[in-house]
């Protein structure tokens, strides 16, 4: 497995000035062959433009981005050739069939038509739409979309896949076939994907690595528990806790028990906040005093929690921001 | 490129916006030679019967040339009003460009693919009112009048290329492809109607003949500022080339004094000669076309391609 340590997307310093408006703004990252790669932040963090800068849409003000050892800037034509790119809303010519938009995208990456028709019915088949294939896109759902735009891109074969917000707005089945697709696609076929997205909950379930986005700057790095482990130090163990009855007996004998710093009750969900990961001490209270027990969560270990404790951290001290941003992860869980 | 190109051909040929607007462009074609038939049958004139079919009106529907010189720049930007815009909006550019193509691929298919389109259009309307022409009049053209005929078409297709090259101009610049319908359609009347009254009035405040003496004096630089400044809307640049071209008899354009009119033999213009009259008009119109098409070309180079 040395091969897929090497680091195949290479960026250093990317920047990019929208006018006085910094965009993206001095970029370190490398993500390594057959990694999926989560780029996360809020709208309007910079991702797209990233993304765009990847596959030479856009050319940065600074820096440099490497992709296969391919300068992005100056060789964007080789670079298009091994990576695919799904935009956010992935348009599709709507009076042609399905088969019809990758028939053109093959011919728009030179290939032979007997290779393209054995593909496209290949991919067709793959992404679960050889039933649709021949219906016009302007009848397909959304989620038929995103899986014919995975089609689209895999039609050139690329080393890179790189995916602008791909699972916006598809319904739990969509989602899952879509996820499913990316994870088959970076692990059986070692292809390195680079998502960008604020729908942290799948990000999380897929991702090798994340990178934290804001304001143009990537602020964290890491794989999930790695993240977690950073903000950790500066926070306390978050446990939740559901019971039925629930009452504030409960809380009063939560509050007294060993370690414990804070509890806040909210209907039957219970907040425990302590110095160390008591789970297993809280179960056996609340079982002891008679509550049944429906749940019990640590929280803090999943992306959007880690997440809003960047922002915490970051210091959002404008009020309208913090309570966007709450809304966000709200909308999120 | 060609894979754009031949997508684009298609595009088109398969749109109902095209398809409506070859009815149309047929319709007005056939009702033209309709009337030309008409008063041909009841001239005395026989020469150049044949580029007659194009050129006479009959009693209340125009002929084939303006009717051209009115419909066909609608042909132009029906064609290219959303060419940029629509792939914007669908999302579908920045796609497109994430393929191995180069960029300036998308805008030079799209213009070649609405020019093969609208040379093919022209040439077969062109063949079919010759032949039905044919069918009923029964005089074959001459050498000369085929060649005057094919000119003829060839400046039908830079006129309404240049049509063409303003809608994608405008469709670059424009988000919504409303607007750049809007723009270009607004483009079109003031050249056709409003640019010739504009003509007239800038001509007469500058130049003006109704001041005894002096407006005789004026007669010439008020004749020739209003023509020069007509020269500027490509209908009229049209309208002048196409007259001359398929009208032997016109003999020159813009004003000729009774001096040098003086001796000359009336009779017919040669062919090379009706050319040359109006090679700076063709020179001019390739120009304005060339001129919509590279500035429509720098600002999509120059575009950032977001989505939204």
């Not at chain 1, 991702?47 to 596959?55: A, E, F, R, V």
């Not at chain 1, 922002?311 to 966007?324: I, T």
């Not at chain 2, 529907?61 to 290219?80: D, N, Q, T």
């Not at chain 2, 609208?118 to 085929?146: D, H, R, W, Y």
Request: proline share 3%; hydrophobic share 45%.
């Amino acid at each position: 497995m040395a091969e897929t340590r090497e680091a195949i997307i290479q960026i250093r310093g990317l920047t990019k000035r929208y006018g006085n408006k910094t965009a993206v703004d001095g970029l370190d990252l490398s993500v390594r062959r057959g990694e999926i790669f989560g780029l996360l932040g809020p709208n309007g963090a910079g991702k797209t433009t990233t993304t765009l800068m990847l596959t030479g849409l856009t050319e940065p003000t600074e820096g440099t981005a490497f992709i296969s050892g391919m300068d992005c800037v100056r060789e964007p034509m080789e670079v298009k050739r091994t990576v695919g790119y799904m935009p956010d809303n992935v348009g599709f010519y709507n009076d042609m069939t399905g088969r019809e938009n990758l028939r053109f995208t093959a011919a728009l990456n030179g290939l032979p038509r007997a290779e393209a028709e054995e593909r496209i019915e290949r991919l067709l088949l793959r992404t679960g739409l050889e039933d649709a294939g021949d219906q016009k896109v302007g009848t397909y759902s959304r989620g038929m979309r995103q899986r014919l735009g995975v089609a689209d891109v895999l039609m050139k074969d690329p080393e890179v896949i790189i995916m602008d917000e791909p699972t916006l707005g598809i319904d739990p089945e969509g989602m899952r076939d879509l996820l499913r697709l990316i994870v088959e696609m970076a692990k059986k076929e070692n292809r390195t994907i680079l998502i960008s997205s604020h729908q942290l909950y799948q990000i999380q379930q897929i991702c090798d690595r994340v990178g934290l986005f804001v304001k143009g700057r990537l602020v964290a790095c890491g794989t999930v528990e790695e993240l977690a482990e950073q903000t950790r130090e500066d926070s306390r163990y978050l446990t939740e806790l559901c019971v039925t009855p629930a009452d504030d007996r409960l809380r009063d004998i939560l509050r007294d028990l060993d370690g414990v710093c804070s509890v806040g009750r909210e209907g039957g969900r219970y907040m425990i906040g302590s110095e160390k990961n008591i789970s297993d001490l809280l179960a056996e209270t609340a079982l002891k005093n008679g509550y049944s027990l429906v749940s019990l969560r640590p929280c803090g270990n999943d992306l959007d929690e880690i997440y809003r404790r960047y922002f915490e951290k970051a210091g959002h001290d404008n009020g309208s921001s913090n309570g966007k941003i709450k809304r966000f992860i709200s909308r999120n869980r | 490129m060609w894979a754009l190109f031949h997508k684009e051909m298609a595009d088109h040929i398969r749109s109902r916006r095209f398809l409506l607007i070859l009815a149309l462009v047929a319709v007005s074609g056939f009702a033209s030679l309709y009337g030309a038939l008409e008063s041909i049958s009841s001239g005395t004139d026989t020469d150049f019967v044949f580029l007659k079919l194009f050129t006479s009106s009959g009693s209340s529907i125009p002929s084939f040339v303006s009717f051209i010189a009115l419909l066909g720049p609608f042909v132009g930007l029906a064609l290219g009003f959303d060419a940029i815009n629509s792939e914007q909006s669908g999302g579908t550019l920045n796609r497109l460009l994430s393929q191995p193509i180069y960029r300036d691929s998308v805008i030079n298919g799209k213009f070649l693919a609405g020019a093969a389109i609208i040379f093919t259009m022209v040439f077969v309307m062109g063949g079919l009112v010759s032949a039905l022409g044919l069918i009923v009049i029964g005089i074959p053209p001459s050498l000369e009048e085929v060649g005057r005929i094919i000119v003829f078409l060839l400046f039908t297709g830079v006129y309404i290329c240049f049509w063409l090259g303003l809608s994608i101009l405008f469709s670059v610049l424009c988000r919504h492809a409303a607007t750049s319908a809007l723009a270009v359609i607004a483009c079109w009347l003031f050249f056709t109607i409003f640019l010739s009254m504009l003509a007239g009035i800038i001509a007469a405040a500058l130049f003006p003949v109704n001041g005894g003496w002096e407006g005789l004096f004026n007669l010439m630089d008020n004749y020739k500022c209003e023509l020069y400044l007509n020269r500027f809307s490509p209908y009229y640049l049209y309208g002048e080339a196409v007259t001359t071209i398929l009208n032997p008899g016109v003999r020159t354009i813009g004003i000729v004094t009774n001096a040098q009119l003086e001796g000359a033999v009336a009779g017919y213009l040669p062919f090379g000669q009706s050319l040359l009259l109006v090679w700076p008009h063709l020179t001019g119109m390739a120009a304005m076309t060339l001129a919509a098409f590279v500035l429509s070309y720098m600002k999509f180079m120059r575009q950032e391609i977001r989505s939204s």
